[in-house]
């Protein structure tokens, strides 16, 4: 059956760190991964996507994620945090044949601690 | 370019009656799906549509929701009768046919009392 985890309800990083928002996946063919964030009361946002090609991809708000495929994997990442970053970030997966089914995980809430 | 348009932004109701809600998708978009969040959760996908047809809908409580997508573009998702546990937001969302990102809408914010 098709899944996403994200093991961590929240993440707290110092502004200016490194930060990793981490994301694990199960499909029963190939994957097709998203990253999505969402401000209070607003809808989600799409931030990245792996669908082939380099495991490392870059998206919006200079955010990137590396795709692992032993380790079924998609970790989001950012090189410094700003404090506006902070938000809650989703991951999700399709499974690239049959209803390209749209699964999303619960969700980490990342704080950018000033 | 439009973005996904839905309506009312905010709904609220006594359990047991009745609400719908309305899902503009962006133009051109074949898929179109309806989430629902509840609040500190992840979108649970509750009906997948592809064109007018429907792709998937095994989480879609069917004695009580209901989805259609007319003409294979707007679409409602009904309630009735609603309960307690449907206060969540609803989430419209669109996309093209193949493996790509999906648009999300503002969504529609319920509140059964």
């Known amino acids: 059956a098709q899944s996403v985890a994200q093991p961590e309800d929240q993440v707290n990083v110092a502004e200016g760190n490194p930060l990793t928002v981490k994301c694990t996946y199960s499909v029963s063919g190939n994957p097709y991964l998203f990253w999505y964030v969402q401000y209070p009361n607003r809808g989600l946002q799409f931030l990245l996507k792996?669908?082939?090609?380099?495991?490392l991809v870059k998206g919006s708000y200079g955010f990137e994620a590396e795709f692992n495929k032993s380790q079924t994997s998609f970790h989001l990442k950012k090189p410094s945090a700003l404090v506006s970053d902070s938000a809650l970030y989703f991951c999700a997966v399709r499974d690239a044949s049959g209803t390209y089914k749209y699964i999303f995980g619960t969700g980490t809430r990342l704080k950018v601690l000033a | 370019e439009a973005g996904v348009a839905q309506s009312p932004r905010y709904k609220i109701i006594e359990k047991r009656q009745s609400v719908a809600f309305w899902c503009n998708p962006i133009s051109g978009h074949a898929t179109l799906y309806w989430y629902q969040q509840i609040l500190g959760q992840g979108p649970k996908l509750l009906i997948q549509f592809q064109n007018n047809g429907v792709v998937d809908d095994s989480q879609l409580p069917k004695d009580r929701f209901s989805a259609e997508r007319l003409k294979g573009v707007d679409s409602t998702l009904k309630i009735q009768p609603a309960k307690l546990e449907d206060s969540a937001v609803y989430l419209c969302?669109?996309?093209?046919?193949?493996?790509?990102?999906?648009?999300f809408g503002q969504g529609t914010r319920l509140t059964v009392v």
């Open positions: 792996y669908i082939t090609g380099d495991n």
């Open positions: 969302a669109s996309g093209e046919a193949t493996g790509s990102e999906a648009f």
